[in-house]
């Protein structure tokens, strides 16, 4: 089924897509119904709320987090429509690139290549994390096209999320429409950056009886064969098809109302990038696919009580197929997974300023038995353990009457996890006071914990290293846990937003692969420390027209005193973002990146790097624009490191045009 649906998206949008063709970029500003980002005034604009910290709306002042919020006109301004480009200039975030997959790093803190597993992925409210290594889908098999809002939330979360939400938590909220009526919106693309070619488009549509929408992306592009590492026979094989496809049904009124359906389905495939175990090879080839589909049910029992649950089912597979360096040997395997999770939540409004959050939690996941080829010799991978957590929650909130109000929230979460014969359990706290000086002026203290438990990758890779290693020991996996204390004045009112964090976080049995000997999963011996501090300001001239601009430093240290490898020590953002300024029909862009060095174990920095993109979006007509995307003006280039040394080339000067068609809503 999964294959059926991607092989229609490859043949739809191969349909007038040749490679290397040129098509004019539409990132219009347009006054649409679903879009009612488009339509704030200034002061609505400056104070939109935020549910990822606490599931209630609150401004991002009074929230007990640190977030960064962009909405779809954000999003449509900046033209950057996957989570790693978001990241890249979000405070206290960036990505990086490695084996052919963008990854995060929060706080000086990354996992890198196919681990990308230490952020919990929210859409509508559903966790989307694919099942394997629960890795996050921050690259362009989730366009952020049909979002309309998009909360970075930094630091740990598990006493309301649970494991996985450990360095933080990305909630995407999709765009619904707003009034009867249906919505149609598309947005084609082709660039220079080798040949990518990209295609989204929204349908969005309301009745007597409920909403709906179908959501859907492409995109491809050639492989860069950049040099690796300075070395002409190794280069980089990066190349990428995906499809994205989201459909949603909600029922308003009639015996199903509160009900809603939802069904996702991602698949990215393409090269393994700059290395494998210190080669590349064209042949060599990877692809992820996530299928999910859930049910949700939310009512009000009495005024104040409201109960809210879902219901999901995920399939995954991961599968690549690759080469010794001889090009000769080869070795492949193409697992597939499936997941079970049921939620059940009252909040109950105590009064005006308090309410409480109950819930429990059960997910329940597993890695099929399959043969694999290693080494060119075909073997049974046993059936992973299955991974059961069960949690319990409860989140207390209250304003005591002090100065202008005193907000408190107390959390705590409580997961049994059970592998096999290994199971463990973690009490998880939380604790935030914000104090508010005056109607603008809030002082945040937080202090949070966190648990990513094994998960069906790691528990597999090391019961198929063990039945090949039958007398070498390998130890029992243990969860790993984070701490982290924040302290944030923040100031917002209808023009500025200004914060300042200071956090220091402690991580202990770190999860990592063990290259050294068999390529086991071990907890590490060593912990890490990380003391840093994150700038934030945005300031809006006018309700057309705004600047950001946000720092973010993270120092980071084993209890061997060694520095952690390839985090960017410091960082900036300056942007101006701007729509329909004076009447004109333009709307766009200009975002200046700049990474001050990398960290390497020894303390020596290496790399870094200043870029400047410009997007810009015109109307050519009522509902056409045409617009163009320009990065990394200056063209020169720069290198990601890799161990401490510069390995991979960034990105060169490229464009990206295109052309969207947002005609508004049909009554």
């Known amino acids: 089924m999964a294959d059926r649906i991607a092989r229609v998206g490859w043949q739809v949008t191969g349909l007038g897509f040749t490679r290397g063709a040129l098509i004019w970029l539409v990132s219009c500003w347009c006054r649409a119904e679903p879009t009612d980002f488009f339509d704030l005034s200034l002061q609505e604009l400056a104070e939109v709320k935020v549910t990822v910290a606490s599931k209630q709306q609150e401004r991002i002042a009074d929230a007990p987090g640190s977030i960064t919020s962009y909405s779809q006109r954000d999003i449509q301004e900046l033209g950057y429509y996957n989570l790693a480009d978001l990241a890249n200039i979000t405070p206290g975030y960036s990505s990086y690139t490695s084996i052919g997959e963008n990854t995060l790093e929060t706080r000086g803190q990354k996992a890198s290549g196919f681990d990308n597993n230490r952020h919990l992925l929210l859409l509508d409210g559903i966790p989307i994390n694919h099942i394997r290594a629960y890795s996050v889908q921050s ?202 999770e049921g939620q059940a939540e009252l909040d109950w409004r105590l009064g005006s300023d308090s309410n409480l959050i109950a819930g429990v939690n059960y997910d ?186 946000n720092s973010s430093r993270a120092e980071s240290k084993t209890s061997a005193t060694h520095n952690l490898s390839d985090v960017p020590d410091a960082k900036a953002n300056l942007g101006l973002m701007w729509g329909g300024v004076s009447g004109l029909p333009l709307s766009g862009s200009v975002v200046g990146r700049w990474v001050n060095e990398y960290s390497t174990p020894s303390g020596d920095g290496v790399g870094g790097f200043t870029v400047l993109d410009l997007n810009l979006n015109y109307m050519i007509a009522p509902s056409t624009s045409v617009g163009l995307q320009l990065r990394n003006l200056f063209g020169k280039e720069y290198y990601l490191p890799l161990a401490g040394t510069e390995h991979l080339p960034m990105p060169g000067a490229s464009f990206l045009a295109s052309i969207e068609y947002h005609p508004g809503r049909v009554d």
Request: net charge negative; glycine share 8%; hydrophobic share 35%.
């Open 364 to 549: 329940t996941r597993y890695g099929e038995s399959e043969w694999v080829e290693a080494s060119g010799v075909s073997r049974l991978t046993p059936r992973t353990p299955d991974v059961d957590t069960l949690s319990l929650y409860t989140q207390f909130k209250t304003t005591l009457p002090l100065l202008e109000g005193t907000l408190i929230t107390l959390g705590a979460r409580e997961d049994k996890g059970e592998a096999g014969s290994d199971t463990y359990s973690k009490l998880s706290p939380r604790l935030a006071v914000v104090q508010r000086f005056t109607n603008h002026f809030n002082l945040k203290l937080m202090y949070g914990e966190a648990l990513r438990g094994p998960s069906v990758k790691e528990l597999g890779v090391n019961d198929e290293v063990r039945a090949e290693n039958p007398a070498i020991d390998i130890a029992d996996l243990q969860p790993e846990q984070v701490k982290t204390f924040e302290v944030a004045p923040v100031f917002q009112s209808n023009k500025w937003l200004l914060s300042l964090t200071y956090f220091e976080t402690h991580t202990e049995e770190y999860l990592g692969r063990n290259w050294a000997s068999l390529g086991e999963y071990v907890n590490s011996a060593d912990d890490v420390d990380v003391r840093g501090w994150e700038l934030e300001a945005q300031y809006h001239l006018n309700s057309n027209t705004k600047w950001f601009f």
């Open 139 to 340: 690259d362009n098999h989730l366009p952020l096209y049909f979002a309309k809002q998009v909360d970075f939330l930094r630091g740990p979360a598990s006493a309301l999320y649970g494991v996985s939400a450990f360095y933080g938590v990305i909630d995407i909220e999709p765009l619904e429409q707003q009034t009867q009526g249906s919505h149609f919106s598309a947005r084609a693309s082709a660039g220079s950056q080798d040949g990518e070619k990209r295609l989204v488009s929204n349908y969005l549509f309301r009745n007597t009886v409920g909403s709906g929408g179908v959501r859907f992306g492409y995109y491809d592009k050639s492989a860069s064969e950049d040099v690796v590492a300075g070395d002409a026979g190794h280069l980089n094989y990066d190349d990428q098809q995906s499809v994205f496809l989201y459909g949603s049904w909600q029922w308003d009124q009639g015996p199903l109302e509160g009900v809603r359906l939802g069904t996702l389905y991602l698949k990215k495939e393409g090269g393994l990038g700059d290395f494998w175990a210190d080669y590349s090879s064209e042949d060599n080839e990877i692809s992820w696919e996530t299928l999910v589909t859930y049910v949700k049910y939310q009512t009000a029992l009495t005024k104040a009580l409201q109960f809210n649950s879902h219901l999901k089912y995920a399939y995954a597979t991961e599968a690549s197929t690759f080469y010794d360096a001889t090009e000769t040997v080869r070795s492949q395997y193409d697992y597939p997974f499936h997941s079970y």
